[in-house]
Structure formats: C-alpha cells, structure tokens
C-alpha cells in the first residue's frame, strides 16, 4: 500500500513568518511530487512540483526533496494571512501514473 | 468554461438509490482522474482513465462503484446501491495525460449526501 504521511496540524504561524510544511512517502520508486493547496470548500490547485533531490524556489515558495529519506518539505517565507488553507502533499507513484495525496497540514497565518 | 465542469454540484439521494456523477474536463486533456475526499481527509485516488480505457481502477473500494469514459472525454462515476458511508465530496480532475504528469486540474466536485 502505497502511502504519503503528513503532520494534520493545524500549523500556525504569525504573519510574516516562515512556514515548514513536511511529508514522508513510501514507495521508493516514485519520482514526482507536488504540493497542492485547498482552500476550505475549494478544490486543490497545485503550487509548486518538484523531481530532482534538492530545493526548487517559486516565489515565496521553496520545495525541497529528500529521495534517500523519501522526505518532502515546503518552506513558505513571509507567510501571509491569504496562505492559509490547506496543503496537500502528493506523489506520483511508479509508472501508473495515479497520484496519491496525504491528508494534508492545515496551516493558518495569524495577522 | 475552459475548466474542469462536474455535475451535478450537490446530490442527495437515499440509501440503497442508483447515482451517476459526471465529469467534463479540459479540451484535449487525455488524462481524468476521479477522486473522493472525505471530511478533514486529503483525496482519495478512485480510479484514472488515459483516453477511454481505465489504465488504473484500484482505487474504487468495490463493485458497487464503476466509471466509463466511452468517447475519450467526458466521464461519468456510477454508484450502485449508496451507502450512507459514500457521502463524501466526488473530487474530477484531467491532465495532459502524455508524457504523465501529477499536474492536475480540478473540478470543482460533487458533494454527495446519503441519507
């Protein structure tokens, strides 16, 4: 059973902070993955994926990925009180090409 | 639109009641997936068609759940005798579908309400 963890949360950080969102998956052969953000009653939109280990950057958003570890965080640097919603974790798994979400943090940025 | 369309946005249905959901998703897209999300829960991978075959369905948690997708393009989820336990939201999503990437787009989803 393929599976992707993430910490429920809620997260809260203070306006202007950074905030550290991590995931851990279990299937070694996966080589893709993305962070989804869901606003409450919205649907998931992706922000930010990431392939290669090491840090990508878009913006106020950083992914980093940890292949070894099978670890995925984001880092979101000056948090904003529009950030908060939830952030899904998802990896592409093998070669079946269905991707496979955690449960997601909940984080909320406090003004 | 230029979106992913699902309808109908609600359905409130009785136990042991037929449902059909369907799904249209971006022109061109060859990739549609169906998910279901659950309250406080991140989606749940159902099934995912790549054109009009089903190229995974081990997602769907029994025989009561069946999808098609006969044309290549719009998709229609189908659930036989609900249960109260498949209220949930009924989450659409396509893709490019070639080369196959986690790069979806969703619809807005169908909150399904077993009474």
């Known amino acids: 059973q393929k599976e992707v963890e993430q910490n429920s949360g809620p997260l809260s950080v203070p306006e202007g902070a950074i905030a550290s969102l991590n995931c851990t998956y279990s299937?070694?052969?996966?080589?893709?993955f993305f962070w989804y953000r869901q606003y409450s009653g919205k649907s998931p939109e992706l922000i930010m994926s990431?392939?290669?280990?090491g840090d990508k950057e878009d913006g106020r958003f950083t992914a980093q990925l940890n292949k070894a570890s099978q670890y995925v965080s984001l880092l979101i640097r000056d948090s904003q009180p529009s950030d908060s919603a939830t952030y899904l974790c998802?990896?592409?798994?093998?070669?079946?090409?269905?991707?496979?979400f955690g449960k997601g943090t909940k984080l909320s940025v406090k003004p | 639109g230029a979106g992913v369309s699902q309808t109908p946005s609600n359905k409130v249905t009785e136990k042991g009641k037929y449902v059909e959901l369907r799904c249209d998703p971006i022109?061109?897209?060859?990739?549609l997936y169906w998910y279901r999300q659950s309250l406080g829960q991140g989606p749940e991978f159902l099934i995912y068609?790549?054109?009009?075959?089903?190229?995974?369905d081990s997602g769907l948690p029994n025989d009561r759940f069946f999808a098609v997708r006969p044309e290549g393009s719009v998709s229609t989820l189908k659930i036989q005798r609900t249960e109260r336990g498949d209220s949930a939201v009924y989450l659409c999503?396509?893709?490019?579908?070639?080369?196959?990437?986690?790069?979806?787009?969703f619809g807005e989803g169908s909150r399904l309400t077993v009474l």
């Open positions: 999503a396509s893709s490019l579908g070639q080369p196959i990437t986690g790069e979806l787009f």
């Open positions: 299937d070694r052969v996966s080589q893709s």
């Open positions: 990431i392939y290669s280990n």
């Open positions: 998802a990896v592409l798994g093998g070669s079946q090409g269905n991707l496979i």
């Open positions: 022109s061109g897209h060859t990739a």
């Open positions: 068609f790549q054109g009009t075959g089903a190229a995974d």
